[in-house]
Nanobody, 117 residues
Framework: QVHLVESGGGSVQAGGSLRLSCAASGSISTINAMGWYRQAPGKQRELVALITRAGVTNYADSVKGRFTISRDNTKNTMYLQLNSLKPDDTAAYYC???????????WGQGTQVTVSS
């Protein structure tokens, strides 16, 4: 089992920044990739960014150049730096991990990001 705990959400004005953290515990060695999804009210959950075990990153077009995903293996923690925030970035952000053990996809509890204009 893999356990994920997010932190770092909050409310900011447009143009501001936040950093989200996702601390992983449990069977960490089985994790192949980690990332962030977000879900705004009335919208489908969408992939924001991911980082593989090899450090390869991928971003949604809507956040490229503004968000940066990274990880600190010594702390078993993944980060998402959110810069130049826009009201459209308002959503609940969920950390996830793809692992080699069932149920293979793990989710954190979510953290809210609210951007006001």
């Amino acid at each position: 089992q893999v356990h994920l705990v997010e932190s770092g959400g909050g409310s900011v004005q447009a143009g501001g920044s936040l950093r989200l953290s996702c601390a992983a515990s449990g069977s960490i060695s089985t994790i192949n990739a980690m990332g962030w999804y977000r879900q705004a009210p009335g919208k489908q959950r969408e992939l924001v960014a991911l980082i593989t075990r090899a450090g390869v990153t991928n971003y949604a077009d809507s956040v490229k150049g503004r968000f940066t995903i990274s990880r600190d293996n010594t702390k078993n923690t993944m980060y998402l730096q959110l810069n130049s925030l826009k009201p459209d970035d308002t959503a609940a952000y969920y950390c996830y991990a793809e692992a080699q053990i069932a149920p293979y996809t793990y989710w954190g509890q979510g953290t809210q990001v609210t951007v006001s204009s």
